[in-house]
């Protein structure tokens, strides 16, 4: 069965230090990643797709098959970044997506 | 831009009540789903709809029943509430994979259940 693993349940980083929230996923076919986030008092809306590419609020996410993994990644982290991520899994054919348990990311002015 | 809609942000009812919470989405989305939200489990799918009528159980069914009589809307029942189901529940829907891959899914604002 698939599964997606967060290790960090909370993530404090200093204002305009490096960010990397860690995904780390099981899956033996090709899988598809996706970031999404949820802002204080906000819908969980997706923030960016392996897929895709690209660089959305300046966060990229590269999927390495090799390990298993689909890190989110961010040069300086700003104040606005304080929210809740998950990583989820895409399987082929399957309209469902797998969760991870989250990491709260809390940015310290 | 897609909007999902859940009928209620806050919600109290009392054990043994039979529960209804109400999603509607407004962009022909075939596919809706049912999540529970709980702090350290992330979220976790509840029930799953392809198409009216059409259900799939998801990881953690038990308790729950859904019913999809239109495809906007989509309806999570409590049969029997009890306080292991005081939880933040979350309504989300998705247009069809296309050649198998998966599309991203749209949420709404959740709906903040306890059960007393």
């Known amino acids: 069965a698939q599964r997606v693993t967060q290790p960090e349940k909370l993530l404090s980083v200093f204002k305009g230090a490096p960010v990397e929230l860690k995904c780390n996923y099981s899956y033996s076919g090709s899988p598809e990643l996706f970031w999404y986030v949820q802002y204080s008092r906000q819908r969980l809306q997706l923030l960016l797709r392996h897929i895709s590419r690209e660089s959305i609020k300046g966060f990229t996410a590269d999927l390495n098959k090799g390990e298993t993994s689909f890190h989110l990644k961010k040069p300086f982290a700003q104040e606005e970044d304080s929210a809740m991520y998950y990583c989820?899994?895409?399987?082929?054919?399957?309209?469902?997506?797998?969760f991870g348990t989250g990491t709260r990311l809390t940015i310290i002015p | 831009d897609v909007k999902v809609t859940q009928s209620s942000r806050y919600l109290v009812k009392r054990t043994g009540e039979k529960v209804f919470l109400e999603c509607v989405q407004d962009?022909?989305?075939?596919?809706m789903f049912w999540y529970r939200q709980d702090p350290g489990l992330g979220l976790r799918l509840i029930y799953f709809s392809y198409d009216v009528k059409m259900k799939e159980k998801g990881d953690i069914p038990e308790g729950y029943s859904v019913s999809r009589e239109k495809k906007e809307r989509f309806s999570l029942i409590l049969e029997s509430a009890s306080t292991n189901q005081t939880s933040m529940y979350l309504c989300?829907?998705?247009?069809?994979?296309?050649?198998?891959?998966?599309?991203?899914?749209?949420f709404g604002d959740g709906t903040r259940l306890s059960i007393l």
């Open positions: 989820a899994l895409g399987t082929f054919g399957n309209e469902k997506l797998t």
């Open positions: 962009m022909d989305h075939e596919n």
């Open positions: 989300a829907s998705s247009p069809p994979g296309r050649g198998g891959s998966n599309q991203p899914q749209h």
